[in-house]
């Protein structure tokens, strides 16, 4: 499994990222919502608040969006993504304490599954947001 990761430097150009103006937008909203409700909460508050934050800003998107996961044209299972934003964007929210390549990895088999390019991995920390854009390189 090849995972590409897009990062925000000096040598990356703005017009180099999938979707620079609505990654901005959704990666605001995840700071506005921990700014105003801070640390400690489960998930679902904050995905909650993240969801009337995108209302607020009129971002259409799906919440807890049903994905069925086949194997050779059989179901076998099934996840539900936290968001699908504008049908281009999957945005999955964590509150562990670290950071991990578990998470990227679950996030990279919904982006093969749903066949879109990009999904914004934020975790709401005891010292904040941090972020991670993901790229289905396939």
Do not use: C
């Not at 925000?8 to 180099?16: E, F, I, P, R, W």
């Not at 999955?92 to 991990?100: A, D, F, S, V, Y």
């Not at 998470?103 to 982006?111: A, E, G």
């Not at 749903?114 to 991670?132: E, M, P, Q, S, T």
């Amino acid at each position: 499994m090849r995972i590409k990761r897009e990062y925000t430097n000096a040598s990356v150009k703005k017009t180099d990222l999938f979707y620079p103006e609505l990654s901005f937008k959704l990666i605001g909203a995840a700071f506005d919502v921990y700014n105003k409700l801070g640390w400690g909460y489960q998930e679902n508050i904050y995905q909650k608040a993240y969801a009337l934050t995108l209302n607020d800003l009129g971002i259409k998107f799906e919440k807890e969006k049903f994905v069925a996961i086949t194997f050779n044209n059989k179901n076998i299972g099934r996840v539900f993504l936290d968001f699908v934003v504008e049908n281009t964007i999957v945005v999955e929210m964590k509150i562990m304490p670290k950071l991990g390549y578990i998470h990227i990895n679950q996030v990279v088999s919904y982006l093969k599954n749903v066949n879109l390019k990009l999904a914004i991995l934020i975790y709401f920390l005891k010292d904040g947001v941090r972020y991670r854009r993901i790229i289905n390189s396939n």
